[in-house]
Nanobody, 115 residues
Framework: QVQLVESGGGLVQPGGSLRLSCAPT????????LGWFRQATGKERELVGR???????NYADPVKGRFTITRDNAKKTVYLQMNNLQPEDTAVYYC?????????WGQGTQVTVSS
């Protein structure tokens, strides 16, 4: 079965940092575009960024310059490094794996930014 399990969420103060990880199982990791999305309470799910199989990355405007997505194809893991976190970054963060072979979502991990 395909599973995407996120880890690394938690509570952090404004200006702090967190690193999220996602380690999909049951997919051909190397051919998938891996995305991070987030959904704040009362809002629609929105794109944070995507990393393509060969490493090209796109970011949504609100996180440009603060967040970095990387992937390790050998470890079959994708990371979201979040720096200078702000209260508006508070959301459930979801990992997504997408290719012509399928589209899969993790269950999400909570990130709360509060003083």
């Amino acid at each position: 079965q395909v599973q995407l399990v996120e880890s690394g969420g938690g509570l952090v103060q404004p200006g702090g940092s967190l690193r999220l990880s996602c380690a999909p199982t049951g997919i051909n990791f190397g051919i998938y575009t891996l995305g991070w999305f987030r959904q704040a309470t009362g809002k629609e799910r929105e794109l944070v960024g995507r990393i393509m199989p060969r490493g090209i990355v796109n970011y949504a405007d609100p996180v440009k310059g603060r967040f970095t997505i990387t992937r390790d194809n050998a470890k079959k893991t994708v990371y979201l490094q979040m720096n200078n976190l702000q209260p508006e970054d508070t959301a459930v963060y979801y990992c997504n794996a997408n290719s012509l072979e399928g589209n899969y979502w993790g269950q999400g991990t909570q990130v709360t930014v509060s003083s």
